[in-house]
């Protein structure tokens, strides 16, 4: 297949793929990923994006890569993860080109039929002669839940792995396409729209604690990252930067083409950014230590926080903060009784109610993870945010 000059009006179209019609045709578009070399400079991008975007995170590394080949396909996420469970979770466009996605879990072991299917409300039944944009989709790699994204309304959704809804947010000044006339557009007049009005997620991109969301506002990349609990910890762009995906360091982004030659589809600059180790995580882990058991128990049970918090003190070593320590044992106590009563009856903590004969490590071990796949961090969060108490912790 002939190559084309992105910058000509006839850019490669792939027909009935709207985010990638956006971009370029991914067989000319290939990143020579092996030519990045670190930059002996200053990393342009970087300067030039603006303090607020770069004030909650870091920049790990920066590397020169060839403008001439991108890989446009890395724009887009890819339609399946497993979770840490080991379940399978697959997005798959909806047939009969309606601009929507849905969701399979599967367990591994058993691939023949789906363990349940999703498909988040509120959803798009506009159709076009095409299909829509791919399904936007991430694991955790840490615990047991993912997060899946409506392209064309802007807003993500954290599942469970059962899949049971954990929490729910918008995207900042997402702007739909969805209620304009577009059902005579071709995909590349719906493209323009996108370009010049509207708004389209391409990525939901999971790293450690955190979730960044990229998406395209009027021409223009943005990106928003969320921590695991829902809560909105940093705002990326506007910019010409385009998340590509991840690395244990941080997420990557692909910027420089505007600046180097005036279209964000000719990258000069590899960027690996990172969000710190935030107070959040801190917040979370000491909730937790509050409900974990202590050496003389058998059982399970919540109790009142009283005294000093040995177990948080025994489990977070150095970390340990009293601050933090004490408002979190504002939230548990706060959360109460009836709290604890919702997570005894969780299908997640079904199997580590009872010590039997673990060791009190591996018992406190397997309660922690049991807590957090029952999504105490985020009744903790939402707890805290309600209660003005996130500021508190920090």
């Known amino acids: 297949m002939r190559c084309v000059d992105v910058n000509s009006k006839p850019f490669a179209l792939l027909s009935g793929a709207i985010l990638l019609a956006i971009v370029l045709d991914s067989s000319c578009a290939r990143v020579a990923k092996s030519n990045a070399v670190p930059r002996s400079r200053a990393c342009t991008a970087w300067v030039d994006l603006d303090a607020e975007s770069k004030k909650a995170l870091e920049l790990v590394s920066c590397s020169e890569i060839n403008s001439g080949y991108w890989e446009s396909e890395n724009v887009i996420g890819k339609p399946e993860c497993t979770t840490t469970n080991g379940l399978r979770v697959v997005g798959t466009l909806e047939p009969n080109g309606e601009l929507d996605s849905y969701f399979e879990v599967f367990e591994t072991a058993k691939a023949q039929a789906p363990k349940l299917t999703l498909r988040p409300e509120p959803r798009v039944s506009d159709k076009l002669g095409g299909s829509g944009s791919a399904p936007a989709l991430g694991c955790d790699a840490e615990q047991a839940r993912f997060y899946v994204g409506n392209s064309f309304l802007g807003y993500v959704v954290a ?151 040995t177990v948080g003190r025994l489990e977070l070593g150095t970390r340990f903060d009293p ?72």
């Open 159 to 309: 599942y469970r792995s059962d899949g049971r809804e954990l929490w729910r947010r918008s995207l900042p000044g997402f702007r739909t396409i969805i209620g304009h006339p577009i059902g005579g557009l071709t995909d590349r007049e719906v493209s323009r729209l996108l370009e010049s009005e509207g708004s389209i997620m391409s990525r939901v991109e999971p790293m450690g604690s955190s979730i960044a969301v990229a998406y395209r506002l009027q021409g223009r990349w943005h990106a928003t990252v969320f921590h695991r609990t829902g809560e909105q910890v940093a705002q990326v762009g506007p910019w010409d930067g385009s998340l590509v995906g991840s690395t244990a360091n941080g997420w990557v982004f692909d910027a420089g083409g505007m600046t180097a030659h005036g279209s964000w589809k000719l990258p000069t600059e590899e960027l690996v950014l990172r969000m710190p180790a935030g107070e959040l995580d801190l917040l979370v882990e000491h909730f937790v230590s509050w409900s974990l058991p202590r050496p003389h128990d058998d059982r399970w049970t919540w109790r009142k926080c009283a005294g000093d918090n």
């Open 323 to 394: 601050a933090v320590d004490e408002v979190a044992r504002e939230i548990h106590d706060g959360l109460g009784s009836d709290w604890a009563k919702k997570l005894f009856e969780d299908s997640a903590m079904e199997r580590v109610l009872l010590r039997g004969n673990r060791t009190v490590a591996q018992w406190r071990s397997d309660l922690r993870t049991a807590l957090l796949d029952a999504g105490a961090d985020v009744d903790c969060v939402d707890y805290a945010r309600e209660h003005g108490l996130l500021r508190a912790s920090k």
